[in-house]
Every structure is written in C-alpha cells, then in structure tokens.
C-alpha cells in the first residue's frame, strides 16, 4: 500500500519536473467500530462485532482510505483517484478514475481519457449517486456551447459492460455502447441526464443486458419564497429494452429538503420497481448542530413491497437510526444506534440491533479553491517498504 501511494506522488511529480504546475491534494478515512445483535424467528439471538462503518465506507469491510489528485497546467489536467476498502497487503487498491482532460475553444470543448470519473451527467444523492461512464475506459466527449450557458451535451465512447470471451470487436459492437449526456443549468432549475445504448457483446450469464439511463432534475425557484426550501429526483434505469425477463429495474427517488440555520430536514421517497417488485420507500432524516462541535441526527425508514412475489405484511422493513456526531474540524466521530425489522417470510421477522462507533477523516489540500505551486526539486518523500 505504501509503495502504491509512492508511486502515485512519484507520476504527478515526474509529469510536473521543470515547471511549475497546479496540485491538489484531497481525501478522506473511514473506519469505526461495529458491533451487531441478529435474531429471526424463533431462533436464538446471535452477536458479531467487527471493525467497519456502515454508514459510507465498504461495509461490511473494514472501512475505506480514499486519495484524490488533480495536476493541472492551463486548460491540461490529470486527475486520479486511488481507494481500497480491503485495509491488506495481499489486496491491491482501486484506482477509481485515472484520467486526463484537455479543455479547448474558450471552454467549449472538453475532451477526457482514461478511467473515466466525475461524469457531468450524474445522478447527485442522495439515495442514488451514480453515472454511466465513471470508472469506466473511454473517451468523453462535452461541448459547452457560448451561445447558451449551462448547456453540456456530449457522448462517449467506451467498452461493453461484460464481454464474452468470444465478443466480436467491430466498429459496430464499440458504438453499440456509446453513452449520449446532457446537462443544463439555469437560475430557475437544472437537468441532467445520461443514455447508455447497448449492443449484444454484454448479453451474458451476468445479466448485464439493455439501455441504461439516469437522471436529475432539480428546481431552484421555491428557494426564493422560503430560503433553505428545495426540491429534486434522481433515477436510475438498468436493462432497458432487454430480450431476457427479470434484467429490467427502474428506481426512482424524490428529496424534499429545508436547511435553515441549524437545523436541516429531509424528505426522501424512493419507488423501486424491478422483477416482480415494487417497493415504496419513504425515509424522514432530521439533524439539527447544538454546536460547532455537536450535533444531532435521527433517520426513519419504511419500505413496502407491493410486488407479485412480496410477503404480505404491514411492512418490509421498519428501521430508525438515532445518532450523535462530535466534530473535531476535519475529523468527526459518529455513535450511531440502530434498529432494523424485516419479514423474512409471512410469520417471521428478522430483527437486527447495531451499534457503530465511526471515526472519519477527511482532508483537502491546499483548503478551500485555492491551489499551490510547487517545484519539483523542492519535494521530497520516505517511504518503507
């Protein structure tokens, strides 16, 4: 892990020998510690205790190290993205993303390459926070036009989700899967959206079959009657158009929020829709910042399947999560205590307690939009072995 980290600040400073460059540096640590009582049915009660943070780090790993890089000369750039979740020597880190750009025109155009990351056509969060091209190999391509700001449109081109040993490697099989992406922004809202086509190199065992396709839209008017008032959705379609049954899911999500002062209040309702499934949920989250240092946060969940195969009962899952936050400036540990009751069948229910203890890191430098110059004899690095 320590040569990796090495190496990646080794390549950023080769690329940026003899001349001054713009680096930032930024990145978070996740861990804590879990602990988790289970009962279904009438069986007996069992207790597991583990390193991990459930709330956004990997779980049920151990927690998650993650380390982002821009080196970035004029309209060139390359950015980076190294993570791993495993926290072992025998299991290599992720790179995320891994790619460069180059904008051009007056910023009209920019073009991307690599293992691609930070889609302009992503969906945002909260409940979905996805893309079509990140972490992805392709080219992308985004036009910003000067007669209309706010307007991103562009395409990519990149590989087959999963490919048989025995695809083809046509013309036709690589733009079988061009993903097309659109973006406005405007005072009034914002909209963005992302179509995957798909060809027949990824209809396989893994069911990775059919069109794609994400989505946000978010109004930007309500904030002038109530200040803190917004509203948005966000979706994600998997296995459009497919010839197999059981590949299509759409799920759908719409936030209600109002964040005055201390005090920030969520409304979030999701409907997943998949192979005979049809699962409402809706998610209250309340937090509210005694202090600086302190604050408050309670989250309610009730999902319903109303689906062909769904078990009857008054519910699918009843859950609330209580949970008390201590900041110390880039750090923050969380104590959260959970509850978790689901039907596992008509007469049964499965009932989870947990308590996690979660340590968080987080750092960017240099802090806020600045940037630093550096040379690169001026920089000097130890490492182990």
Request: avoid cysteine; charged fraction near 20%.
């Amino acid at each position: 892990m320590k040569k990796t980290m090495i190496l990646l600040l080794a390549v950023v400073i080769i690329a940026g020998a003899g001349f001054a460059q713009e680096l930032t540096f930024s990145g978070e640590v996740k861990s804590g510690v879990y602990w988790e009582n289970m009962k279904e049915g009438d069986g007996e009660s069992k207790d597991t205790a583990q390193l991990g943070n459930n709330d956004d780090a990997g779980y049920p790993g151990p927690g998650r190290i993650r380390l982002n890089a821009e080196l970035k000369k004029a309209a060139i750039g390359f950015k980076v993205r190294w993570e791993t979740s495993a926290f072992q020597n025998n299991i290599a880190p992720n790179w995320s993303y891994a790619y460069a750009y180059g904008n051009f025109i007056n910023d009209q155009i920019k073009l991307s390459a690599g293992k691609l990351g930070d889609s302009p056509w992503a969906t945002g969060g909260y409940e979905i926070n996805s893309s079509l091209d990140d972490g992805k190999a392709g080219l992308r391509t985004e036009v910003k036009p000067g007669f209309l700001p706010g307007l991103n449109l562009g395409f990519v081109l990149n590989e087959a989700d999963a490919t048989l040993g025995q695809a083809d490697k046509t013309v036709e099989t690589l733009l079988g899967e061009t993903i097309i992406g659109v973006s406005y922004v405007h005072e009034f809202f914002e909209v963005r959206f992302a179509y995957r086509f798909d060809s027949k190199n990824d209809m396989n065992l893994l069911k990775d079959e059919g069109s794609k396709f994400v989505y946000r839209v978010e109004e930007k008017i309500l904030n002038n009657f109530v200040p803190g008032l917004s509203v948005w959705a966000n979706g994600k379609y998997d296995g459009l158009a497919a010839e197999e049954e059981g590949v299509t899911r759409m799920v759908n999500w719409v936030y209600l929020q109002y964040a005055s002062g201390s005090l920030d209040t969520q409304l979030r309702m999701g409907f997943d829709l998949g192979y005979k499934k049809s699962v409402f949920t809706i998610k209250p989250v309340v937090s509210y910042n005694i202090t600086d240092i302190l604050t408050l946060r309670l989250t309610f969940q009730y999902d319903k399947d109303t689906g062909e195969i769904a078990i009857p009962s008054p519910y699918t899952t009843l859950a609330v999560e209580p949970l008390v936050r201590i900041n110390f400036g880039p750090m923050y540990v969380d104590f959260a205590y959970g509850y978790n009751s689901a039907y596992t069948a008509e007469d049964r229910v499965k009932t989870t307690h947990y308590a996690n203890l979660r340590f968080v890191y987080t750092f960017q430098y240099p802090a806020g939009t600045k940037t630093f110059r550096y040379h690169w004899k001026v920089l000097t690095f130890r490492g182990g072995k």
